[in-house]
Nanobody, 130 residues
Framework: QVQLVESGGGLVQPGGSLRLSCAAS????????IGWFRQAPGKEREGVSC????????FYVDSEKGRFTISRDNANSTVTLQMNSLKPEDPAVYSC???????????????????????WGKGTLVIVSP
C-alpha cells in the first residue's frame, strides 16, 4: 500500500522544539519533491517547507525561515521537519505530501499549492501552548 505517514506531533510549550517525520511506504521518495503543509481549524492549508528530490533546493514560508529545517534521507524514504523556537499559534495539523519533481516547475510552486500532489499523509497535530 502506497502511503505517507507522519509522526512527531504533540503538545509543546512556546519556545520549544518538535521534530516531525514523514515516512513513505509502498514506494520510494526518489524523484519526489516533498512538502510539509499545515492547516489550522477554519484556515486554509499553508505550505511550510518543501525540499527537492536531490536535496539541493529547499523552500520555507517566510514566517518560519531560520526556525524550521527540512531534510531528507532517500535511502530510508524519510523526510524530517525540525521545528525550533515554536510560537504559540492555533493548533494545526501538519501533513507531508509528495509530487514527482519532473511534473512541476519549482519547489516554491509546490509549497504555494500550484500543483496537485501525488500522495498525502493523514497528518500529525501540533499544539504550541503554555
Amino acid at each position: 500500500q502506497v502511503q505517507l505517514v507522519e509522526s512527531g506531533g504533540g503538545l509543546v510549550q512556546p519556545g520549544g522544539s518538535l521534530r516531525l517525520s514523514c515516512a513513505a511506504s509502498g514506494f520510494t521518495l526518489d524523484g519526489y519533491i516533498i512538502g510539509w503543509f499545515r492547516q489550522a481549524p477554519g484556515k486554509e492549508r499553508e505550505g511550510v517547507s518543501c525540499i527537492s528530490s536531490s536535496d539541493d533546493d529547499t523552500f520555507y514560508v517566510d514566517s518560519e525561515k531560520g526556525r524550521f529545517t527540512i531534510s531528507r534521507d532517500n535511502a530510508n524514504s524519510t523526510v524530517t521537519l525540525q521545528m525550533n523556537s515554536l510560537k504559540p499559534e492555533d493548533p494545526a495539523v501538519y501533513s507531508c505530501a509528495a509530487v514527482k519533481q519532473y511534473t512541476v516547475g519549482s519547489i516554491k510552486g509546490v509549497c504555494w499549492g500550484y500543483y496537485d500532489m501525488d500522495h498525502w499523509g493523514k497528518g500529525t497535530l501540533v499544539i504550541v501552548s503554555p
